[in-house]
């Protein structure tokens, strides 16, 4: 089961397909961030041109922590007038100002439906790495944004101090936080399970491990509630590839198509990976749930299985040790079994198909 997991693994994090050679290359350096920090569960990473919230960036930063295994739905006290201790992000924005990541306003207030600025989230982030009032003489907010350029936390961000921040240009910048390091020398990143790759960028599949749970079978919101070991409301959802609000309808959608959607889960980053099944997507993993009618043997291995063939009439290829095993005589696959799989799908130059098996559920 380890094996298909860790395919299954470096499957999800570029869930979103081998990026195409016409695509630029500052459009596929956006699309690695946009993994790693979705992955890192830090944000969602959905709706990229929504302006983000004081609230919202509290969450942020919070979930960037050491604090954010402990922070609940609920505050025990309410810090500021206009934050009861029932509100959404009640336990973020206090931990965010018991910090001093975040300030509130004259009159006890913190404004958490307020935008977000450049030199609000520029506070935040240098706060997480360590820096601290008395590390920053005269004009704060300007020696602030001075030590944010130095440290290249402005990579890929083209905003002025107290422009507002959306979604894509928070991307930008916890990723550029992943990469930097802390007061005391350590990257940032490294308690998030970051590691750079040569050319300096973080590497997304350091940052999935064994711990994906999946696949499992659900056909209603209460299944995929009660397989999950945490709030569906709290996790980063991606729908057969692609990011989706948590609340969205796509999912019950999903859920009400005939055979239901496989679930892979991720505790750490409360990240969910669903997949309809008998949607067959070109720019991603696909799942299909049907009978075994034939295993495909190579001439040259009467022992070793190359291939199935569904009751859909496809065949899906077997190119790994675990799923060639898995569907041979050695395993407990036969034909007239009925299998739910996870296969990719691509497509050559003549439109020739193949389909490549990376999992399954019997």
């Not at 749970?213 to 209460?222: C, E, I, L, V, Y």
Request: charged content about 20%.
């Amino acid at each position: 089961m380890n094996g298909r997991k860790i395919a299954a693994s470096l499957a999800f994090v570029m869930a979103a397909t081998a990026v195409s050679p016409m695509i630029t290359e500052a459009s596929s350096s956006f699309d690695l961030r946009k993994k790693v920090v979705g992955v890192s569960g830090i944000m969602n990473t959905g709706n990229l041109n929504l302006s983000v919230t004081r609230g919202e960036f509290a969450s942020m930063l919070v979930n960037a922590s050491s604090y954010r295994s402990t922070a609940g739905k609920t505050s025990n006290t309410s810090v500021f007038a206009d934050v009861p201790r029932n509100h959404e992000y009640a336990a973020q924005i206090r931990i965010a100002a018991e910090q001093g990541w975040m300030n509130g306003y004259l009159g006890g207030n913190f404004k958490p439906d307020d935008s977000i600025t450049l030199q609000e989230g520029v506070k935040g982030v240098l706060g997480l790495l360590g820096y601290a009032n008395s590390d920053f003489t005269g004009d704060q907010t300007g020696s602030r944004l001075s030590k944010y350029h130095f440290l290249e936390l402005d990579e890929n961000l083209n905003k002025e101090a107290l422009e507002v921040l959306n979604k894509e240009d928070c991307i930008n910048l916890f990723y550029n936080l992943l990469k930097t390091d802390t007061k005391s020398g350590t990257m940032f990143g490294k308690s998030l399970n970051c590691e750079l790759t040569s050319d300096g960028e973080i590497d997304p599949f350091s940052m999935v491990d064994n711990s994906i749970k999946g696949p499992k079978n659900a056909k209603s919101s209460s299944r995929l509630k009660s397989i999950l070991p945490f709030k569906l409301s709290d996790a980063n959802v991606y729908l057969d590839g692609e990011p989706v609000n948590n609340s969205s309808n796509a999912i019950d959608v999903s859920l009400e198509s005939e055979d239901g959607v496989l679930v892979y889960y991720h505790t750490i980053s409360k990240t969910v990976w669903l997949y309809t099944i008998g949607n067959e997507n070109e720019n991603g993993r696909s799942a299909v749930f049907g009978e075994i009618t034939n295993v495909v043997y190579d001439s040259a291995d009467l022992m070793t299985p190359g291939a199935i063939i569904l009751d859909d009439g496809n065949t899906y290829e077997l190119t790994s040790t675990e799923m060639k095993f898995a569907f041979s005589s050695y395993g407990d696959l036969r034909v007239g079994d009925t299998v739910n799989l996870v296969y990719t799908l691509s497509v050559d130059q003549e439109g020739n198909e193949t389909r490549t098996v990376i999992d399954y559920i019997e």
